[in-house]
């Protein structure tokens, strides 16, 4: 995995600059990517080993009689969750976390929730349940607001030559001090949906996301177990847009057990 993103995201620090083709940089780095990923895909299938249950299932599909799925789709497939599962969920992520830690009233309220989550739970701690999960309403709250105010889908910078609408997340119409984080925007609203007219962090139609509610999943448990503890954001933290959504210094966070549990 390491190589397929040292192969891919080897063109970052270069996309900064102006004299930079980031169209012919992306399509030669892809092209490195995918013929890497096909030969170590076909030097497994031909000594018969196990891929792992997603290339499994990949491969038994393209066994079957008239599949339409070959091997070039199937390695164009496995590089598109790729890409979306290393630089999307992870991007979005740290930037609630960032955006929690600029905001320590979402951090507190945030704390609240959790804190009853546990003590609901007493003795019985094994793990989040579904029903859990979905009563988070505050943590859903501010999961939606940091998919409306930011993104970590992949972006090319451009200076517009007139004045030009921003996107609909911003726009004064539909939001209320469209420029200020508040979560609290959501409350009494539909917070589990990812799709209207006014709301698309993950796309529509053909390009929505098939992983969205799964990344929701992901920054809802990571955000319960972080709000177990105190914690703070190092000042140095500063998020940077260039292709993707990128931490010059890194997403460091520090955690302290709570004074209740010091002895």
């Avoid at 630089?87 to 960032?98: D, F, N, S």
């Avoid at 930011?150 to 007139?162: C, D, F, G, M, Y």
């Amino acid at each position: 995995m390491y190589v397929l993103s040292r192969n891919y995201f080897e063109m970052d620090d270069k996309a900064i600059s102006s004299s930079f083709d980031i169209k012919e940089a992306a399509t030669k780095a892809r092209s490195k990517v995918t013929k890497l990923l096909k030969s170590v895909i076909q030097k497994k299938n031909a000594s018969k080993e196990g891929l792992g249950d997603f290339l499994d299932i990949l491969f038994d599909e393209m066994k079957k009689d008239g599949a339409a799925l070959d091997i070039d789709r199937a390695v164009n497939l496995i590089f598109t969750f790729f890409i979306l599962s290393q630089e999307t969920t992870h991007g979005i992520l740290a930037a609630t976390v960032k955006l929690v830690a600029d905001h320590p009233d979402v951090m507190e309220e945030l704390k609240r929730e959790h804190d009853a989550v546990i003590e609901n739970q007493g003795d019985n701690q094994a793990g989040l349940t579904w029903e859990e999960y979905t009563s988070m309403t505050f943590t859903h709250m501010v999961i939606k607001e940091t998919l409306r105010f930011t993104s970590a889908q992949p972006t090319v910078h451009r200076i517009p030559t007139e004045d030009a609408r921003v996107g609909v997340h911003f726009d004064e119409e539909k939001y209320e001090d469209p420029l200020k984080f508040n979560p609290w925007r959501w409350k009494g609203k539909d917070l589990h949906g990812t799709l209207s007219k006014d709301y698309i962090p993950f796309g529509a139609g053909a390009t929505l996301c098939v992983g969205s509610e799964f990344a929701k999943c992901i920054i809802a448990v990571f955000l319960h177990h972080l709000s177990r503890f105190r914690w703070s954001l190092d000042p140095k933290t500063r998020v940077l847009r260039r292709y993707m959504l990128m931490f010059p210094a890194g997403c460091k966070v520090e955690i302290a057990k709570e004074l209740s549990d010091q002895s």
